[in-house]
């Protein structure tokens, strides 16, 4: 059993490091050249040199940084957070409106920008104070703004989604397809909730009499912004899914969309232009660097024969393979506790997805089980990042009172991923209608 010795000194390492806050790329790269040079000696370093430069020049990552470009551009531009308001004319009166309005937001922000950290920000400065006024409880106030954060991560365009289907080797086209129904169906699980707790508890939400209804040609006025919003969704989602273009075509086409738009409402200027190809430059930049990283560490476990050890002696165990699924989700809810979804992506899929192949799973299912568990990784106590997002913007908040706010958020996030693994066709049924690309 050298092989779990090995996987458990490389895992364990790599975890220490992570914690310790080192940066993540170089965590990856350094364990991973100082393992391989010790198995394989000086040699190893012109494989490490070749394998890394060639992760990084595949034409599956041109999504990545266009996608970054797109929300970059309404980020900076300010047509997110005009769409955020118009959206909220269409809420009426409902109980907890303000709630629902953030949840609202957040997924139409989600279709516009892929980062759950600037949706965080952006909800916990423009919604926070609104509902702290009218007298919000926090599991009405934060916890709809971690929900409305974490709403990024899975609704397409993801960048985290183009990440994850090309570090797992699966269709990026059908993986941005398939997050779209568990997206939408999780943001309404929280419209439900906020909606119903609010009636049968009116104090954690009080009803502002003040607020009159919008007038349908208020609700019509907003149209002018709502309208190319969605062209830009059906740009990207919509000639994908009619095979129109490939998920390369749909982002480039989306990032030109974006600037158009924004062109059009007059927001587009050199100073925006320029920040946000530095932002992109810069996050681009990071995500290839830290692939590259991975591709080491994929070579290290291959090398130790802990990969290919691991797939044998799990397709070999008498036990249901969906046992095993949930195996799977519960180390990678463990590991949310502590590292971010970047990190836990790099360890886990050099060892998860060898034993899918092996059991006969669909790739792309699991893929989106995997997805919220990114998601959930983010806001999960301790150390979610979006956690540490919210309390720098309002450090006068208590770390207990986050936490607890936080806490019906994951445990719907944990129900609707238990409803995935129980009816897979919820995840699969979209991408069984695509059209495929022209040739």
């Not at 965590?27 to 012109?46: D, E, N, R």
């Not at 952006?122 to 106030?141: A, I, T």
Request: with cysteine; proline share 6%; charged share 10%.
């Amino acid at each position: 059993m050298d092989w779990v010795f090995s996987l458990a000194i490389v895992v364990g390492v790599l975890l220490a490091g992570l914690i310790s806050g080192l940066p993540v790329a170089f965590t990856f790269i350094g364990i991973s050249v100082a393992g391989l040079y010790l198995v394989l000696g000086p040699g190893a370093l012109s494989l490490i040199a070749a394998g890394a430069f060639d992760s990084v020049g595949l034409f599956v990552f041109i999504p990545l940084p266009l996608f970054v470009l797109m929300g970059e551009i309404l980020m900076r531009s300010g047509i997110a957070s005009l769409t955020v308001d118009a959206a909220d004319k269409w809420i009426g009166r409902v109980p907890a409106r303000l709630s629902v309005s953030t949840v609202a937001g957040g997924t139409i922000f989600a279709t516009l920008s892929g980062s759950s950290m600037a949706a965080v920000a952006v909800f916990g400065s423009m919604m926070l104070p609104q509902m702290e006024r009218k007298g919000y409880q926090p599991d009405m106030s934060l916890g709809a703004i971690f929900a409305a954060g974490g709403l990024a991560v899975l609704i397409p365009p993801s960048a985290l989604a183009v990440l994850l289907g090309a570090l797992a080797k699966v269709s990026i086209s059908k993986l941005l397809i398939a997050i779209v129904i568990p997206g939408l169906l999780l943001a309404l699980v929280y419209i439900v909730y906020f909606v119903v707790r609010a009636i049968l508890q009116p104090h954690l939400a009080p009803v502002d009499e003040s607020i009159a209804a919008a007038t349908w040609r208020e609700r019509l006025a907003t149209l002018w912004l709502l309208l190319p919003l969605g062209l830009i969704i059906m740009v990207v989602t919509g000639f994908i899914f009619f095979g129109i273009a490939t998920a390369s075509e749909a982002a480039a086409l989306g990032a030109l969309t974006a600037a158009v738009l924004a062109a059009a409402h007059r927001r587009l200027n050199w100073p925006i232009v320029r920040e946000s190809l530095m932002a992109t430059v810069a996050t681009s930049s990071m995500v290839l660097l830290i692939i590259a990283g991975s591709t080491v560490y994929s070579q290290l476990l291959a090398t130790t024969g802990a990969s290919a050890k691991l797939v044998t002696l799990v397709s070999g165990l008498d036990i249901y393979p969906v046992l095993l699924v949930v195996g799977m989700q519960a180390v990678l809810f463990v590991l949310g506790c502590f590292i971010d979804g970047v990190s836990i992506m790099l360890i886990t899929l050099p060892i998860f997805m060898p034993v899918v192949q092996a059991l006969g799973l669909d790739p792309i299912w699991i893929c989106v089980l995997f997805m919220i568990q990114l998601e959930l990784g983010g806001i999960t106590p301790p150390f979610g990042l979006l956690l540490f997002v919210l309390r720098g913007i309002r450090p006068d908040i208590s770390t207990l009172v986050i936490y607890r706010a936080v806490v019906p958020v994951v445990a719907m996030q944990i129900g609707v991923a238990a409803l995935i693994m129980i009816f897979p066709e919820i995840a699969l049924w979209l991408p069984k209608l695509m059209t495929p690309p022209s040739p």
